[in-house]
């Protein structure tokens, strides 16, 4: 047995999933808190894809949860403990769409689009600690954020679950209950639809770029003006 409350919790948070679930069947919190803890980001995400609003999405999870406490005893383990999750999650996010508007035709949705072939890359790099570039960082998730908030719920959350949680092609498939080849088809066209749209923000966004105004400009300035006074024998005006 553990030998503290403490203790306890970290065994739970270094357990695998199966051990987490028969832990939860014998009604031990700290096993869900741990399952939880693993979930959150992954499950809310998902919400997030379809609800599109930060609150949404959190109650979202918080129902889910609890529907997934009360249905643990039920679950097989055919699929893994995130997708058994994660499809709560999309059934609960839903069925709020579906009580709160009518639904619409997925393959009337997808013929609405334009082809294209533009695709949005996401590239890695050396994490910087700069608090001038991470507030870039924000800014720039923020603008994304937003551009994908804008796409249809059909290829938003096809492009979270694959872009941004990293799920693959056929993961998608089985969580969505559609073909690889429609992961594909939405997944291209999120991309082409968000290349677009951030083209568009970016566009105003880098005309303003490269700023050289205020202090940087007074100091630049300053500087050369010191020099050339030193060079050329140019009076001091702060000299009388």
Known sequence: MPDSPMMAARDFEGMADAGLVEQVRRGEPLAFCAVMRRYNQPLFRVARAIMADDAEAEDVVQESYARAFAAIGGFRGEAGLGTWLTRIV???????????????????????????????????????DDPEVDAARAEVRRLLERAVDELREPFRLVFILRDIEDRSVDEVAGLLDIRAETVRTRLHRARRQL???????????LRGSFPFLGPRCDRLVETV??????ERGWPDPDVA
Do not use: C, Y
């Not at 009580?99 to 996401?122: N, S």
């Not at 951030?198 to 966004?205: N, S």
């Open 195 to 205: 290349r677009a749209a951030l083209d568009a923000t970016l566009a105003d966004a």
């Open 90 to 128: 999309i059934n609960e996010s839903r069925g709020r769409l579906r009580r709160r508007r009518p639904q619409v035709d997925l393959d009337q949705v997808e013929r609405t689009q334009e082809a294209g072939a533009l695709i949005l890359g996401f590239p890695g790099g050396k994490v910087v």
């Open 225 to 230: 003006m010191r020099r050339l006074r030193a």
